[in-house]
């Protein structure tokens, strides 16, 4: 894993995540991609697996439910393709990446 992914990975999961565990599942799955979705995917299966909501009344009252919610869409947008990350293959010049193009249209000359 070089400074790049390992930058990627960061900044998708966090300071705090350990970074020997990033260089284990890097070099288990081999793209930065996968290790953010297994890592996100984890995050997500333990929130859910945890009460959504604990509440003690008068004290405190603590709700998970957007925290699941960002989980969610940050997955969303891993398993999407977005962002790239910096090993992500190229996409061939001669491949639709799904953009927009631009079409000009001309009069014919009429008879």
């Known amino acids: 894993m070089d400074a790049a ?10 300071t705090d995540t350990d970074l020997t565990d990033l260089a284990a599942r890097y070099v288990r799955l ?3 991609r996968a290790v953010a979705i297994e890592v996100v995917r984890e995050r997500l299966a333990a929130l859910l697996a945890s009460p959504g909501s604990v509440s003690v009344s ?13 989980y969610e869409r940050q ?3 891993l ?3 977005e962002p790239p990350a910096p090993d992500d293959p190229a996409v061939p010049d001669d491949e639709d990446s799904g ?3 631009i079409i000009q249209l001309v009069e014919r000359p009429r008879r």
């Open 58 to 70: 008068g004290v405190v009252s603590v709700n998970f439910s957007a925290n699941i919610a960002a």
């Open 99 to 101: 953009g927009f193009g």
């Open 30 to 32: 081999g793209t930065a």
């Open 5 to 14: 992914v390992q930058a990627w990975l960061i900044s998708q999961l966090g």
């Open 79 to 81: 398993l999407s393709g």
């Open 75 to 77: 997955l969303a947008n």
